[in-house]
């Protein structure tokens, strides 16, 4: 039988009154000439009369093969089913949810049925968002906070209708939820139609093509830095911030050229989870590999003796020295950092939902992986909403590209490494995920010898 | 070279091709003989209705009686009526000598996804979405009945009580007495329910699972049995005449349950292998242990449960099968597939 290619099915979601349906009607103005298939909840309205349009009641099934999570669209499975019979097939389909529609069930109907899989591909999911109205969902609404987390695509709609200064912080706030997506930001949902259509967000081989910025962590501190010590007398100065403390961090950077902050940045995120000495005033700091807990509250010049000895050393800060007026002090001056680092702020994040990117070298022991994994989605897959990766697995010569939804994935050798270097990507998109245990996790199916390298 | 792995060597023929034809424009839904074994009807997914004659190939009738896709078609256990049904919301009910249409149910916006008729031809049971509706010839509806609370996977009536049926849905059978708008017993299983067949003594009443499963129960007690491990959702099931074999697809094996005796608890299952592509129908000849099956590899197997062995193949180019029926008497099997292309098969030569 030949093999005919998969028909892209995009799925729209968003809240009553986000601009979804105005988003479809424009995506069917736009598209002269396509064949294209629409399937809509009950409350939808579409003026456009040469598209199919088929109603859709949401019926939730759960399924039975072992995955708690595991529901399914049933009603798309008969009319998605139904509709690729015909000879004169669609090239494009689209799925508008209910306003309160959880994502979760459109996506895994691509996972779990098999005449579905055979003939049509989730290409993505695109959510739309009123600026003006979503503040009071974002904090009440798992429905709405699942629809951001699952999005390929997230058009921040009706820009107009607030200011630049709470649109920067709704963009902000979203992008820590979900560091995947792209987002837009549309008046009247316009936007270009290959923004939205033709993404291949579930596509394997599309999966992370292009070197994504979400895949740095939303690190426990704001700022690194690289400083050379000597034998000379030195202290840390500090003046009253916007905080009545602050975590630091000295780490040892080693001779080495090679050792990169981020490199070191990975170590500092783990350190900064366990226990943190607090320090007041005039106390010294004598550790490496200790998060110290400065004390601020006072007023004045607070100052901290560092004792170490001669070295390179990176220390991390939670917030940005210029806050605190931070300096390190000589008898002679002041210090200056060799190479600095500014990380994202992680203190403004939604606490719930949270995007945690893992890249990192080395390859990963297949077995130790797939353990892991299996594991971890055992136990946490009700939790983990979306995931990608590109693998570099020890002993193969391809990459490994995989991604999944909740419980459900799916992945495969794609191309060789080549001259490319073999690294590791991947990000979990889902609600309380523990960053620390999960890149923990990761890092312990990492070949030992491999890390010893590193190291 | 592999080594002959079998004593006996059972020769395996090519099915006989009586006729092969496109009779409709695109993939076919459905297929109905009708009971004097003369005519056959299809129905497609452009709302075609083709109506061929057996033995020669030639048109009797053909149009398009849906807006949309076709469903459903089915004559009447007497043979007088025919029944088509669509994606319009539509059921049209003809009359078998001329074709003409004598009337319409009408379900609104809903497919209607199946119909079945009553034994004595004289009432239709016909489901879309959640709602279920029984009418008279002339259209009319018989009675209401309660909604159901999803969409209606099946609907069958009992083989050997006039008036009782059963339907399908997610979490479970519902059994109904045409007579009364509420159902009477509903058969819990948490999980979607798809296709559902009785056996011919109505004593067991088998379901195929959207995760891989199909679900017996046994009547009237309700004791159920579930076999599950199936690669695909389970659509395909077919009892043999004796009520004893049950055949279901999901996957590229036909599995045949064994329910003589103790019934087939803890017992392995006969397979056969020999698609290359998922099982796409399946059905038991209306006599005897001969068993045809049709794949997504565009092939036809007619099956000796006897023997357990393949007995004909037919293999189509370039098309999936989409549903097989045998004649009332058995002589003949006509398959059906997405191109248009209808095939009856001789399988008395």
Not at chain 1, 291 to 315: D, H, N, W
Not at chain 2, 62 to 74: D, N, P
Not at chain 2, 81 to 103: R, T
């Amino acid at each position: 039988m030949s093999s005919n290619p998969k028909v892209p099915v995009t799925v729209l979601t968003g809240f009553l009154g986000s601009g979804k349906t105005t988003l479809l009607n424009r995506i069917l103005t736009e598209n002269h000439g396509k064949r294209i298939a629409v399937i809509e909840n009950e409350f939808g309205e579409i003026g456009i009369d040469d598209a199919l349009v088929v109603k859709s009641d949401e019926e939730i099934f759960e399924m039975n093969n072992g995955c708690i999570c595991c529901t399914v669209r049933g009603d798309l499975i008969r009319i998605l089913g139904n509709l690729m019979r015909r000879r004169d097939k669609f090239d494009y389909i689209l799925v508008e949810t209910t306003g309160l529609a959880d994502p979760a069930p459109v996506a895994q109907t691509f996972f779990v049925d098999d005449e579905i899989q055979a003939q049509l591909e989730l290409d993505g999911i695109v959510t739309v968002i009123d600026c003006k109205h979503i503040v009071m969902h974002l904090d009440s609404s798992s429905e709405c906070k699942e629809q951001i987390a699952f999005a390929d695509v997230i058009l921040l709609n009706k820009t107009d209708l607030v200011s630049e200064k709470e649109l920067c912080e709704l963009e902000e706030r979203i992008r820590s939820m979900n560091a995947m997506a792209k987002i837009h930001r549309t008046r009247n949902a316009v936007i270009d139609m290959e923004k939205v259509l033709n993404l291949s967000g579930f596509n394997l081989d599309k999966a992370l093509s292009t070197k994504p910025s979400f895949l740095e962590p939303d690190y426990p501190f704001e700022w690194g830095g690289v400083y050379e010590f000597g034998l000379e007398r030195l202290t840390l100065r500090l003046e009253n911030g916007p905080d009545p403390a602050m975590d630091v961090l000295f780490l040892e950077a080693d001779y080495s050229e090679r050792v990169t902050i981020d490199k070191l940045a990975e170590k500092a995120f783990r350190l900064f989870s366990v226990d943190k000495i607090p320090l007041s005033s005039g106390a010294v700091i004598d550790k490496t590999n200790q998060v110290y807990a400065l004390s601020l509250a006072s007023e004045g010049t607070k100052s901290f003796e560092i004792s170490l000895k001669p070295g390179l050393y990176t220390l991390f800060t939670q917030h940005r020295p210029e806050e605190f007026a931070l300096s390190l002090c000589t008898t002679g001056g002041t210090k200056e950092a060799r190479n600095c680092v500014f990380y994202q702020a992680s203190h403004i994040h939604d606490s719930e939902i949270s995007s945690v990117g893992i890249d990192t070298e080395g390859d990963l022991d297949q077995t130790k992986f797939n353990d892991w994994l299996s594991k971890l989605l055992r136990e946490k897959g009700t939790d983990i909403f979306r995931m990608k990766g590109i693998l570099s697995i020890a002993g193969q010569s391809e990459r490994f590209i995989f991604q999944g939804v909740h419980m459900l994935f799916d992945g495969r050798p794609d191309r060789l490494w080549g001259e490319e270097k073999r690294s590791n990507q991947m990000i979990f998109i889902g609600r309380n995920l523990n960053r620390a245990e999960l890149v923990e996790g990761f890092n312990s199916c990492l070949n030992k010898n491999r890390q010893l390298n590193l190291r | 070279m592999p080594q002959q792995e079998s004593a006996i060597e059972f020769e395996i023929k090519p099915l006989a091709v009586q006729w092969s034809n496109l009779v409709c424009l695109d993939y076919i839904h459905d297929l109905s003989w009708s009971p004097n074994g003369y005519h056959i009807a299809c129905a497609d997914a452009s709302g075609y209705v083709s109506i061929r004659s057996v033995i020669t190939g030639h048109p009797i009738e053909h149009w398009t009686a849906h807006k949309l896709g076709a469903l459903r078609v089915r004559f009447s256990p007497n043979g007088k009526y025919l029944v088509s049904s669509g994606q319009d919301g539509k059921a049209h009910i003809y009359d078998s000598a001329n074709y003409a249409k004598l009337a319409t149910i009408d379900h609104g916006e809903n497919w209607v996804e199946h119909v079945a008729w009553h034994k004595l031809s004289d009432r239709i049971l016909t489901a879309a979405g959640k709602q279920l509706k029984l009418s008279e010839l002339d259209g009319n509806p018989v009675r209401q009945f309660e909604a159901h609370t999803s969409t209606i996977a099946d609907a069958a009536w009992n083989p050997t009580a006039p008036d009782l049926f059963a339907t399908s849905s997610y979490n479970g059978i519902r059994l109904w007495n045409a007579n009364q708008s509420k159902y009477k017993r509903l058969l819990e299983w948490k999980g979607s329910l798809l296709n559902i067949a009785y056996s011919p003594n109505a004593k067991l009443l088998a379901a195929g699972c959207q995760d891989g499963a199909a679900h017996v129960w046994l009547l009237p007690a309700g004791k159920d049995l579930f076999m599950n491990g199936y690669p695909t959702k389970v659509r395909e099931l077919s009892w043999d005449s004796s009520s004893k074999y049950l055949a279901t697809g999901g996957g590229l094996e036909v599995v045949v349950w064994d329910f003589s005796g103790k019934g087939p608890a803890g017992k392995k299952p006969i397979l056969f292998p020999g698609h290359d592509a998922f099982i796409s129908a399946l059905t038991f000849a209306p006599k005897g242990l001969q068993l045809a099956s049709g794949g997504n590899d565009g092939r036809v197997m007619v099956w000796d449960l006897n023997a357990r062995q393949v007995v004909s193949i037919y293999e189509d180019d370039d098309s999936r099968v989409t549903a097989l029926a045998w004649s009332p008497d058995g002589s003949r099997l006509a398959a059906s597939f997405a191109s248009g292309r209808l095939s009856i098969f001789n399988l008395r030569k």
